[in-house]
Every structure is written in structure tokens, then in C-alpha cells.
């Protein structure tokens, strides 16, 4: 049987030059790339979309080399402001990114609140003006949204 898992977070650790953001921290040392296929190997995993999680902000670097590295084990969910300055044009090339699947956004931010995910119209057209009409987005609960680019 194939199995995927759909949400694995990898981080480097909290430096100067790397802050993490404020917020929940998972664990306080790093979580890296060959820890995470060690432990896919050990439980039967073949693939895994990483996730940057936001105490990374809006980075998706450490997330893509992992893709990059391992394409036949990792693809990258990654993070946008869709507020930022240049976002519409970042959305545009977005999947042209290596290892890219399309856009996850975490609803509990105040920045995202209140938004309701179901049904998918009820998502404010202006916080979502970047995105092309033919992308699809996915909710989990009040917590995520799945942006798949085409």
C-alpha cells in the first residue's frame, strides 16, 4: 500500500540570521530533512508534503531544498502572504518553484480572522486577490487552507 503523509514540518534552528517567529514552537531543537526520511523509512511512509511551519513565517526555503534533494519523497505545501507587496506576481510562478504543489495558509492568524473555509465561497475575495480563478482551495476546519495551483 502506498502511503503519504500530508503534513510533516521541517525547521532549522532559532538563530539571528534565522529567527523564529513568534508563537508555538513544536519542539526546541531543529527537525531536519534526513531525520524526517529516517523516520518515513521506519514507519512505512513513501512520500510526505512538507509544510513550513510558521514559526518560519513566510519561508519556504528549507522546505523546498528538502523537495529538491528528494523529489520522489518530498513536495512543499508552501507559505504566501497574499497581502505582501509582488504577491500576485509570486503566485504566478509559484509551482515553477521545484518541488512546489501550491499555497497553505493557517486560518487561527489574527491577520486571517474571521474567516469560515466552508463553504469555500465564503472566503474574502480581497484577502485572496492574488490567486488565479482556476485554483482550488481546500479547508480543514477554521485552521488551514490547501491552495492547489494549476
Same mark, same amino acid.
Given at each position: $500500500? /502506498?502511503?503519504a @503523509? =500530508?503534513?510533516v514540518h521541517?525547521w532549522?534552528p ?5 529567527p ?5 514552537v513544536?519542539?526546541e ?5 534526513a #531525520?524526517?526520511?529516517?523516520? $518515513? ?11 513550513? *511551519?510558521?514559526?518560519?513565517? @513566510?519561508?519556504? @526555503?528549507?522546505s523546498?531544498a =528538502?523537495a529538491q534533494k528528494h *523529489?520522489?519523497?518530498f513536495a512543499v505545501m508552501? &507559505?504566501l @502572504?497574499?497581502?505582501? %507587496?509582488?504577491a500576485r506576481? =509570486?503566485? =504566478?510562478?509559484w &509551482?515553477? #518553484? ?11 492568524? %489574527?491577520?486571517?480572522? %474571521? ?7 465564503? +472566503?474574502?475575495?480581497?484577502? /485572496?486577490r492574488?490567486l &488565479? %480563478?482556476e ?6 476546519g477554521?485552521?488551514a487552507a490547501a491552495?492547489f +495551483?494549476p
Amino acid at each position: $500500500m /502506498f502511503i503519504a @503523509d =500530508a503534513q510533516v514540518h521541517v525547521w532549522a534552528p532559532n538563530t539571528p540570521e534565522r529567527p523564529w517567529a513568534p508563537g508555538n514552537v513544536h519542539r526546541e531543537v531543529p527537525l531536519e530533512a534526513a #531525520q524526517v526520511l529516517r523516520a $518515513m523509512d521506519a514507519a512505512g511512509v513513501h512520500r510526505t508534503v512538507l509544510v513550513p *511551519p510558521s514559526l518560519d513565517a @513566510d519561508r519556504n @526555503d528549507l522546505s523546498l531544498a =528538502a523537495a529538491q534533494k528528494h *523529489p520522489d519523497r518530498f513536495a512543499v505545501m508552501g &507559505r504566501l @502572504d497574499p497581502d505582501a %507587496p509582488g504577491a500576485r506576481s =509570486a503566485v =504566478a510562478k509559484w &509551482r515553477r #518553484q521545484p518541488g512546489m504543489l501550491g499555497l497553505r495558509y493557517s486560518l487561527n492568524q %489574527p491577520k486571517w480572522i %474571521p474567516i469560515s473555509v466552508s463553504p469555500v465561497a465564503s +472566503l474574502p475575495p480581497a484577502r /485572496f486577490r492574488c490567486l &488565479r %480563478p482556476e485554483t482550488h482551495v481546500l479547508g480543514h476546519g477554521l485552521l488551514a487552507a490547501a491552495v492547489f +495551483l494549476p
